[in-house]
């Protein structure tokens, strides 16, 4: 079995920044594909960053503000997010790519973390 911790949620003003971890254990190795997702209330889930042997993919709203990082030797994923707006609030959660298919649907992702919030103050 497959266990995805996340930390590092919380509330921050607009401008901020947060750095949340997503540590997996059991039957998934260090180099794994790994993704984030994002869901606010009342919308859909959608793709924030994605990790996959180095490459990096992030949604539009992310480039230049997010950085999807992998620490192998604590099989731990990390999402460092800058200047946080008040949209960005949302839940958090860090999945792995366990199916073929693109690396930006979450269709194709299993094993997903509890789910942090965080909360972006104006």
């Known amino acids: 079995q497959v266990q995805l911790v996340e930390s590092g949620g919380g509330l921050v003003q607009a401008g901020g920044s947060l750095r949340l971890s997503c540590a997996a254990s059991g039957r998934i190795s260090s180099n794994y594909p790994m993704g984030w997702f994002c869901q606010a209330p009342g919308k859909e889930r959608e793709f924030v960053a994605a990790?996959?042997?180095?490459?990096?993919y992030y949604a539009d709203f992310a480039k230049g503000r997010f950085t999807i990082s992998r620490d192998g030797s604590k099989n731990t994923v990390y999402l460092q997010m800058n200047s946080l707006k008040p949209e960005d609030t949302a839940v958090y959660y860090c999945?792995?790519?366990?199916?073929?298919?693109?690396?930006?649907?979450?269709?194709?992702?299993?094993?997903w973390g509890q789910g942090p919030q965080v909360t972006v103050s104006s």
């Open positions: 990790w996959n042997g180095g490459t990096t």
């Open positions: 999945a792995a790519h366990t199916s073929a298919g693109s690396i930006r649907l979450g269709d194709h992702y299993s094993y």
